[in-house]
């Protein structure tokens, strides 16, 4: 697939977090959009995976601004609890995908299943799905994965959504506590976008 590097690209989500990590990982000669500068929702995520979702997402946007899109589906897989909150991870913070929601929700869920959850070793994962799609219908779709731990409390107050609990393995430390940069160089997104670095 030789491509024109991409130099102006609509960003499919809402999620202001999110928005910044991908602006972030960007060379920054590419001119960036979003849903707010269309007035635009996010479509419903139907989809039973996070690529089924990413792809859904940007296929709408690119529709909907007739540009080339890139769209992001993320979460949280927690294996004692069966991959959840997984595609459902926003879900989990109530119509307003309230993470502080979500995070006691996590709590919650461990405490039931477990109620001495914190003395066992909670293993965890951050998956992210990217997809690229252009208005010729044509797509690629990437994932990235972290591997790491949930932290018996929330820890940070950096990143957004689940970052203040989880703990990247070999490190000591949740992604709520590191700086942007720190993070970007172990995590899931960061991990999904060096597959698509070379369409910008």
Known sequence: MKNKKILNLF???NNQGKIKEIRDLLPEKVQILTPKHFNLNSPKENGTTFKENSFLK???FSKK???ICLAD???LE???LNKLPGIYSARWGGKKSNFNLAIKKVYKELKKNNKNWYKIKQTARFVCALTIYWPNKKFINVMGQVEG???KVKKGKNGFGYDPIFIPLK???T???MNQKEKCKVDHRAKAFKKIRKFF
């Open 149 to 151: 731990t949930i932290s």
């Open 171 to 173: 490190k000591k430390i």
């Open 175 to 177: 992604f709520g506590q």
């Open 73 to 75: 589906d993320s979460g």
């Open 65 to 67: 601004t007739s540009m």
């Open 78 to 80: 927690i294996d004692s």
């Open 58 to 60: 940007a296929k709408f």
């Open 11 to 13: 960003i499919g989500s």
